[in-house]
């Protein structure tokens, strides 16, 4: 089954049941219930996929969501994005609000107003936000820049280096999710070069250099440097190895 | 003025009394740009650094002017590229944005228009601007003209400078893309470099006023 867009004209549906492929191009809605390729790019007010979808080309999608799996193998811009299961884009990301249990994969830069995680996150470049709550793990290969900064470990995260306004770090308590590649035992630990905002909290968290005007160290830290302005709280089971007080 | 001269993240931070939080939030929303942020390494790793001169006069920009415009419409302010659709050139005369003086000169060179594109704009304006400094003469304006004319378009929203140099009375226009440091032999008088951004920065205000 083929069903192709008519670019330019007024936008129809396109529904793939079962197994389909479509040339891309302008919609209304697109819905996917099972398995389809779309060699082309795609526009649309909403994109729904049960089961697998792929888009060869890029996507803009007012709104998005996927029960299943989905990949994007060039940009992708919209709005909402909706998530359980799997999602991959493999070049830039822009969107509103992000909601994923699951895994997204980025593989360019990533923008959204706000940003939900359960499970895992992965961007290959800078990456930045208003919100992101994260339960899981987060990968970034560049700079992740929030205003609001919530992460809850579960297994191994690493970023190259995290600022914003409010950072709060956490370690995970009591079960374990189902998703990710979860090591019994393990609380979860974030790896960073370089920790920079306002008010910066952090639990199991090895970094460099952790800058802030409030900063508070907790159980499990390992930090190379901490400078803050105001006040620096530190637990007696971190280890921090200089810090000091700048300004008056 | 050494445009090499760079400050450090510590450096800018206390200096300006902005916060880490304030910092990235504007850079965020594009008001700092992304190529200012210089990275560097130093005993603690990596550090950041800032073009001194630039960052400085940004977020003194920013700190003056986000109280009456938010942060999105101050975006628009700073980039490079513009958002503002054409005007008339009697229009832009009505709204004092521009003489009919530099607009005369400009129609001379290039012909009575219907309507002026933001870069035709510009050209008025800076025209405007450096004649009545009194840095420029009408003869060297009509150089201006051309150049902004032939070679604007090609920077392509970068913002460039404009630099003009006399030697034994031959005046020299040109615009640079990106020239950190420019050195000429001593005969040479450098009469202004200018850059574009801040023009572009007033002018961009000065329609957003008229327009409210």
Redesign the interface.
């Given at each position: 089954m083929v069903t192709n867009g008519n670019a330019g004209g007024s936008r129809g549906d396109m529904k793939i049941t079962g197994s389909g492929s479509s040339n891309g191009g302008a919609f209304n809605q697109v819905k996917i219930m099972g398995d389809a390729v779309i060699h082309g790019n795609t526009d649309c007010e909403t994109f729904k996929c049960l089961g697998n979808a792929e888009v060869k080309g890029s996507l803009y999608a007012g709104s998005a969501s996927c029960n299943g799996a989905m990949k994007v193998t060039d940009a992708m811009k919209g709005g909402t994005v909706k998530v359980h299961g799997e999602m991959r884009v493999a070049s830039e990301f822009a969107v509103g609000v992000v909601n994923v249990s699951g895994e997204l994969g980025v593989g360019g830069r990533m923008s959204a107003e706000k940003v939900k995680i359960m499970g895992e996150m992965r961007v290959n470049a800078d990456c930045q936000m208003e919100e992101l709550q994260v339960k899981g793990t987060v990968e970034v290969n560049g700079m992740l820049n929030a205003e609001r900064v919530d992460i809850k470990l579960y297994g191994p995260s690493r970023l190259r280096e995290l600022v914003g306004g409010q950072i709060t770090v956490k370690k995970s308590m009591g079960l374990p999710p189902l998703l990710g590649k979860f090591m019994p035992g393990s609380e979860g630990s974030l790896t960073a070069e370089s920790i920079e905002g306002d008010i910066v909290v952090l639990e199991n968290t090895k970094a460099a250099v952790v800058r802030g005007r409030n900063v508070t160290i907790g159980p499990g830290c390992r930090i190379g440097f901490v400078e803050y302005k105001d006040e620096f709280k530190q637990d007696s089971g971190a280890s921090v190895s200089q810090s000091a007080k700048i300004g008056p | 003025m050494n445009e090499d001269d760079l400050i450090s993240k510590?450096e800018l931070l206390?200096l300006t009394g902005i916060?880490?939080?304030q910092l990235?939030?504007w850079?965020?929303k594009n008001l700092i740009p992304e190529e200012w942020f210089v990275r560097k390494s130093s005993f603690?790793?990596?550090e950041t650094f800032f073009p001194k001169h630039k960052i400085l006069q940004r977020i003194e920009r920013i700190k003056n002017m986000k109280d009456g415009l938010s942060l999105d419409e101050l975006a628009d302010v700073f980039s490079p590229s513009s958002p503002i659709e054409s005007l008339s050139a009697k229009h832009l005369i009505e709204r004092n944005i521009v003489t009919k003086f530099a607009v005369e000169l400009y129609e001379e060179e290039c012909g009575s228009r219907e309507a002026l594109s933001f870069n035709d704009m510009l050209t008025v304006y800076v025209l405007q601007k450096l004649l009545q400094s009194g840095e420029m003469t009408r003869e060297e304006g009509k150089m201006l003209i051309a150049v902004m004319r032939d070679h604007y378009g090609a920077l392509e929203n970068k913002a460039g400078e404009l630099v003009l140099i006399r030697k034994l009375g031959v005046p020299l226009l040109f615009l640079a893309e990106s020239a950190e440091r420019i050195y000429f032999d001593k005969d040479v008088k450098r009469v202004f470099r200018m850059p574009l951004a801040a023009s572009i920065e007033e002018l961009k205000l000065k329609l957003n006023e008229t327009e409210a």
């Open positions: - | 510590k206390e916060s880490y939080g990235y939030r850079k965020r603690t790793g990596q």
